[in-house]
């Protein structure tokens, strides 16, 4: 068996095992921050609806909290 087929069969395997443990690494980071935006956004969407849920059609002019 030729040895540089060998230590170029090891490198190969070694790169792909560094570049698996990389992709996940990234991959993971990019989906967290995608949910982190996503949640984000449904926090400020909740805090500038907050006020027209408390208000109620049934409500009279009068009413001091409205």
Request: charged share 30%; net charge positive.
């Amino acid at each position: 068996m030729n040895m540089a087929w060998v230590v170029n069969n090891q490198v190969a395997l070694v790169l792909l095992v560094m570049a698996g443990f990389a992709g996940m690494y990234f991959g993971r980071w990019r989906a967290e921050n995608r949910r982190a935006r996503r949640d984000m956004k449904n926090v400020w969407n909740r805090r500038k609806g907050y006020r027209d849920v408390r208000r109620s059609p049934r409500s009279s002019p009068e009413d001091p909290l409205h």
